[in-house]
């Protein structure tokens, strides 16, 4: 029997998918999985018992994740499952920068008892006329799920496509259209293109990405779409740019003092993938993953572990070990088997950065005993019985 603790609202449709085997409690120190959307949690004591933390999104700047990996508490997030939802809204930002539709929508709130307010509409639209995004090059900064779709759909709006991800994964590639320009150097798109959307990552890499020496290098007149992060972009360096001309518009998903209300700036509430089948798609795939991790210990769409998958086990007994990733570490832990005669029938053994996760499948139950020899082995952070 499995605990499981909600820190936000989760769809019920996710929910759902937990069988008898789950049982929601209200204290969270109570739990072997959590499930989160946006509540913080740096500063709340994790309980010793908990197991994995499975978020609802794709965004994990909420969670500690380095802490997470020393105690051997795996973090998933649920890459893809919101990409319909930010990739509608990613269009109709470019659309609403392009076209002042909203400019124009105010001045019929402002004339509402006027009542010739169709005849002289006539006279005042000329005020909110815009451009056409036919025709034009849109850079894409990042091909992961909303990046494709988005590039995708752009194509067929007929826009000229550039793609920037030096990483680009086997799946996005085999979903990218083939008429995307896929570039190497990100300078190229900031110097061809006349919309610019960004959809990576935030990390000490990519914070601040694109800032004045960025701006300087783009069209006069780009329009700049953030519906990624925030700190990805030096957002004062972007109100210079529109006071200068260099930026046409800057359209935002994430309100804030500095941008909120400027000339230049389209603010959009964090509606990215504030849809209704999005928080669902979200939901699904976040209890899915902590099902999978808690029966099987398959790690699957984890921020802090490896990918590491050995379907359902069919032996005696399944270990799983969270350590540190440096070498003899898997000769410690077949010795400490072979020592009492168990036999290991299959093991994998995955990486990321300074982690690593191990499974072991062994053809008689693990005893107390080996579990405390594992654990006492240097730079172990965790050892699970999964079965």
Same mark, same amino acid.
């Given at each position: 029997?499995?605990?499981?603790?909600?820190?936000?609202?989760?769809?019920?449709?996710?929910?759902?998918?937990?069988?008898?085997?789950?049982?929601?409690?209200?204290?969270?120190?109570? =739990?072997?999985?959590?499930?989160?959307?946006?509540?913080?949690?740096?500063?709340?004591?994790?309980?010793?018992?908990?197991?994995?933390? =499975?978020?609802?999104?794709?965004?994990?700047?909420?969670?500690?994740?380095?802490?997470?990996?020393?105690?051997?508490?795996?973090?998933?997030?649920?890459?893809?499952?919101?990409?319909?939802?930010?990739?509608?809204?990613?269009?109709?930002?470019?659309?609403?920068?392009?076209?002042?539709?909203?400019?124009?929508?105010?001045?019929?709130?402002?004339?509402?008892?006027?009542?010739?307010?169709?005849?002289?509409?006539?006279?005042?639209?000329?005020?909110?006329?815009?451009?056409?995004?036919?025709?034009?090059?849109?850079?894409?900064?990042?091909?992961?799920?909303?990046?494709?779709?988005?590039?995708?759909?752009?194509?067929?709006?007929?826009?000229?496509?550039?793609?920037?991800?030096?990483?680009?994964?086997?799946?996005?590639?085999?979903?990218?259209?083939?008429?995307?320009?896929?570039?190497?150097?990100?300078?190229?798109?900031?110097?061809?293109?006349?919309?610019?959307?960004?959809?990576?990552?935030?990390?000490?890499?990519?914070?601040?990405?694109?800032?004045?020496?960025?701006?300087?290098?783009?069209?006069?007149?780009?329009?700049?779409?953030?519906?990624?992060?925030?700190?990805?972009?030096?957002?004062?360096?972007?109100?210079?740019?529109?006071?200068?001309?260099?930026?046409?518009?800057?359209?935002?998903?994430?309100?804030?003092?500095?941008?909120?209300?400027?000339?230049?700036?389209?603010?959009?509430?964090?509606?990215?993938?504030?849809?209704?089948?999005?928080?669902?798609?979200?939901?699904?795939?976040?209890?899915?993953?902590?099902?999978?991790?808690?029966?099987?210990?398959?790690?699957?769409?984890?921020?802090?572990?490896?990918?590491?998958?050995?379907?359902?086990? =069919?032996?005696?007994?399944?270990?799983?070990?969270?350590?540190?990733?440096?070498?003899?570490?898997?000769?410690?832990?077949?010795?400490?088997?072979?020592?009492?005669?168990?036999?290991?029938?299959?093991?994998?053994?995955?990486?990321?950065?300074?982690?690593?996760?191990?499974?072991?499948?062994?053809?008689?139950?693990?005893?107390?005993?080996?579990?405390?020899?594992?654990?006492?082995?240097?730079?172990?952070?965790?050892?699970?019985?999964?079965?």
């Amino acid at each position: 029997m499995f605990k499981y603790h909600c820190l936000n609202p989760i769809a019920g449709v996710g929910l759902e998918k937990f069988t008898d085997q789950y049982v929601k409690t209200e204290k969270m120190e109570e =739990a072997d999985g959590i499930l989160v959307r946006s509540a913080a949690m740096h500063d709340l004591d994790l309980p010793e018992n908990l197991l994995a933390i =499975a978020r609802a999104g794709a965004g994990v700047n909420n969670i500690p994740l380095d802490k997470c990996a020393q105690k051997g508490i795996v973090v998933f997030n649920t890459p893809g499952a919101n990409a319909n939802g930010v990739k509608e809204l990613v269009i109709a930002g470019m659309l609403l920068a392009s076209r002042d539709v909203v400019g124009g929508i105010e001045w019929v709130k402002e004339n509402q008892s006027d009542e010739n307010v169709g005849k002289n509409a006539e006279k005042a639209k000329k005020n909110f006329a815009g451009t056409e995004i036919e025709g034009k090059k849109l850079g894409i900064v990042g091909l992961g799920a909303i990046g494709v779709r988005v590039a995708n759909v752009a194509k067929h709006l007929g826009m000229e496509v550039y793609g920037y991800d030096p990483y680009v994964s086997v799946d996005a590639a085999w979903n990218l259209s083939r008429d995307v320009k896929h570039v190497l150097n990100v300078e190229e798109i900031y110097e061809e293109c006349d919309y610019i959307t960004i959809h990576v990552p935030l990390m000490d890499a990519t914070r601040g990405m694109i800032g004045p020496e960025a701006i300087d290098k783009m069209k006069d007149g780009v329009i700049l779409l953030n519906f990624a992060r925030d700190l990805l972009v030096d957002e004062q360096a972007v109100l210079a740019g529109i006071r200068s001309g260099k930026i046409r518009k800057y359209v935002s998903d994430f309100p804030n003092a500095v941008t909120a209300g400027q000339a230049g700036c389209i603010v959009i509430p964090h509606l990215g993938a504030s849809t209704e089948e999005s928080e669902d798609n979200c939901a699904v795939m976040a209890v899915k993953e902590l099902k999978n991790y808690l029966e099987n210990g398959n790690i699957i769409n984890s921020v802090n572990y490896p990918k590491c998958d050995m379907g359902i086990c =069919a032996q005696a007994g399944r270990v799983a070990i969270f350590h540190k990733n440096k070498a003899n570490m898997i000769t410690k832990f077949t010795a400490c088997f072979g020592d009492i005669g168990i036999n290991i029938s299959d093991m994998m053994n995955k990486s990321k950065g300074d982690v690593a996760y191990t499974m072991l499948d062994i053809e008689a139950p693990a005893s107390a005993e080996i579990i405390g020899k594992l654990q006492s082995i240097d730079g172990v952070f965790r050892v699970r019985v999964v079965k």
